[in-house]
DNA sequence: TGACAATGAGACAAGAAGTGTCTTAGCGTC
DNA sequence: GACGCTAAGACACTTCTTGTCTCATTGTCA
């Protein structure tokens, strides 16, 4: 995707700066500063600036994100436990986020719009083209897609505000979940177990 | 000095808003938001603004450092063991603060200025007043004025720029540093042991 | 050597943000 | 009810930031 290695210096320039100053507080000089570039080819290679970079970034991330997830769920049995420990991974991925839980306490606003009003549909997107895949053996392609998306909004959810009778970090408590609220409502579209 | 509630409660705010960001990249209403007061208010307590209100602080953090700097010498047996434990507190104090490592690796440039060029002589006075009485049974007025200023320069050179032969926050280290170089400079003033 | 693309440096105008001062209205105290 | 103190916000002013430009320099190919 990104094969220019001066575009990925920028892209953790920025993720330094951001986690060093917050979102509000960074500069265009201070992001093509770190990444000892100019600000012209800052602006070349991101036409439009500080949003389409940030933007970049975010896209990045999420695809990193989901990426890492993936290489977890590789050895999963059968399909109750590619969901549990998807949930589980996804879980622990963004609770050990360095970056997000700077953001989350610097810039709570931003980034919540960016967990579940604005950015959420982009999470599904991406949940879906990265996931779908691993479902595919399973369920038909459109019930896979409400599938995924079902668990990105639950896992989100329940990482945003934890709850006392469920902890989707916990292999336990994530399975008693996935059987009980996330299975039945799929059993009638599986193709196999 | 300073009693009240409201100043010290913004000499706070400022002071992690400026670990938070950086000197640079704090405004005066970040300062007064954190703080709980009114932009207003704030002008009305540092009048001068940004600069009166970062002098302030300096000044403050430079008291509380002398402050526990003098509690830690209290107990001291003789004139060496005085200025023994003097450098060695002061450069435990200097390394362990928090506060001053942020803004040295965020801001190198005013740091430094304020540790050596232009805060230099504000500290030396301050230290002056300070370690002056603890001096004053050992040395003449003056002759401990340049003890302490001697003492100021090099805890600040050592700690900024650690030597490879001596370590001032070492007991052994600074004894012999203390006996080698300090002690025989001012041995013929020495009024008492 | 001479085109070529990519870059850094910096000028520039427009807009945004920060600053310092001021007025006003609200609050509790005496 | 006068007093002092404050938050809120209007204000003109300055500084910073942004996005676009041009131009000189660099390294790479032919």
Redesign the pocket.
Known sequence: MNL?P?ELRVLDAAKSCCERWGL???????I?HAA??????????F?????VLFEALRVRELEDFFTRLSAHLDGAGDFEDLLVRCVMHATHELRSDQHLSLMLASEPGDTLGQLTVDGLPRIIRVATVFLAPLVDGYLPRREGARLVELLSRLVISYFLAPSEHVDLGEPDSARTFIQTFVLPAFQPSLTRS
């Open positions: 220019d001066a509000a507080k960074v500069t265009i000089e201070d093509a000892g570039v100019s600000r012209a080819t800052l602006y070349r290679m036409p439009g600036g500080k949003d």
